[in-house]
Nanobody, 121 residues
Framework: VQLQASGGGLVQTGDSLTLSCTAS????????MGWFRQAPGKEREFVAT??????YYADFVKGRFTISRDNAKNMVFLQMNNLTPEDTAVYYC?????????????????WGQGTLVTVSS
């Protein structure tokens, strides 16, 4: 399985950005997909996850982010609105070992290379 994340960049506070992740290698629709992030000097943290019937978000998302997936294209997206400097991080997409959506990074078997999001104040 290969995951390719894209869409990161440098934006200003209050801007929006959409991250994309393309998966290949196995039946995409059968597995949960998640987004995690890692800020400089911090541990990787959960952002959002989606399977075919559920979506979960980290509390800090506060309605600003939306995760979605397109099973026909083997893609998962993270729409991020009202970005703040605290959202600066490398964002990783990940594919779960099962269809269960979970916040636990240990439940994700495959990881993309990450895409950097930098939010300036």
């Amino acid at each position: 399985v290969q995951l390719q994340a894209s869409g990161g960049g440098l934006v200003q506070t209050g801007d929006s950005l959409t991250l994309s992740c393309t998966a290949s290698g196995r039946a995409f629709r059968n597995y949960a997909m998640g987004w995690f992030r890692q800020a400089p000097g911090k541990e990787r943290e959960f952002v959002a996850t989606v399977n075919w019937y559920d979506k979960y978000y980290a509390d800090f998302v506060k309605g600003r982010f939306t995760i979605s997936r397109d099973n026909a294209k083997n893609m998962v997206f993270l729409q991020m609105n009202n970005l703040t400097p605290e959202d600066t991080a490398v964002y990783y997409c990940a594919q779960g070992a099962t269809h269960y959506s979970t916040r636990d990074s240990k439940s994700y078997r495959y990881w993309g290379q990450g895409t950097l999001v930098t939010v300036s104040s």
